[in-house]
């Protein structure tokens, strides 16, 4: 069964909102894990609206399951997962002003650089997972950099589940097929939420990772609305 890394991106945006410390990032994520969670993903972008450089550093000291560390290896994020050693690094391709990620790497055009990043960290005993779309070539590209896993960028399966299920997942089964064949390990993330993971998750029976923010902490939201209003309304209650 594929394990659940909970991204906590959205905490901190909610978070820095107000400039202080609500909700606590840091709570969050040994609350999450108290529920569950099998691991901690966080996307410290350059700008740092959400996650700050320093909420990984203060992660690692706590998270006591799996930190995955995504973004961009830019010099200044290369730097802080060499000071941080999560467990695991994963490589996207973001533009600095992208509102979030959009492509997975081309495996091929970068194959040098990312062959380079890829053994920098795996000197340091650190997975390394690329960031990938569910398209054959970019897995064999991965395969040629000699890196741990890929993820699979799901964004593209989420905007036409509901359209067509079978054919929204038909290319990430390819594209899953061969990492196995590869020998390449399978995460899967972006979208992904409670409507559409389980039928991902049950064609993609070599998934060993989804890493999960936007759609959980939204739903997270949802269902515990009720609860706190009516919290509320019985302190205003004489
Ligand atoms: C790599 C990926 O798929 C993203 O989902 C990302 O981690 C989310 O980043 P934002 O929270 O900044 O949109
Ligand atoms: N790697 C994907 C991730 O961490 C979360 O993406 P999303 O659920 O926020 O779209």
New binding site residues.
């Given amino acids: 069964m594929a394990i659940l890394s909970v991204?906590i991106?959205?905490i901190a945006t909610l978070r820095n909102s107000r400039g202080g410390n609500v909700p606590d990032l840091l709570k969050v994520a040994v609350d999450l894990e108290s529920f569950g969670a099998q691991g901690i993903?966080i996307?410290p972008?350059p700008d740092e609206r959400?996650i700050k450089y320093q909420d990984a550093r203060d992660l690692k000291r706590i998270v006591t399951t799996e930190l995955n560390i995504?973004g961009n290896p830019i010099d200044s994020f290369i730097k802080l997962v060499d000071e941080v050693k999560p467990a695991q690094v994963?490589l996207?391709p973001d533009a600095p002003d992208a509102?979030?990620?959009n492509a997975g790497w081309d495996t091929i055009k970068h194959r040098d650089f990312l062959t380079e990043i890829v053994s920098h960290f795996r000197n340091q005993g650190i997975r390394t997972s690329i960031?990938v779309d569910s398209v054959i070539e970019m897995v064999e590209g991965a395969k040629e950099t000699g890196v741990d896993r890929i993820?699979l960028?799901t964004e593209d399966y989420a905007s036409h589940y509901n359209k067509d299920k079978e054919a929204a997942i038909a290319p990430y089964i390819k594209a899953a097929k061969k990492a196995t064949e590869l020998g390449i390990g399978i995460n899967a993330?972006?979208d992904l939420s409670l409507e559409n993971l389980k039928f991902f998750a049950q064609q993609l029976p070599d998934l060993l990772e989804v890493?999960i923010?936007?759609a959980l902490i939204s739903e997270s939201l949802y269902l515990g609305l009720e609860n706190v209003v009516n919290m509320y309304k019985a302190r205003l209650s004489s």
Avoid: A, L
């Fill in positions: 991204n991106n959205k993903t996307h972008r959400h995504e994963t996207v509102i979030t990620s960031f993820e960028y993330g972006h890493s923010g936007h």
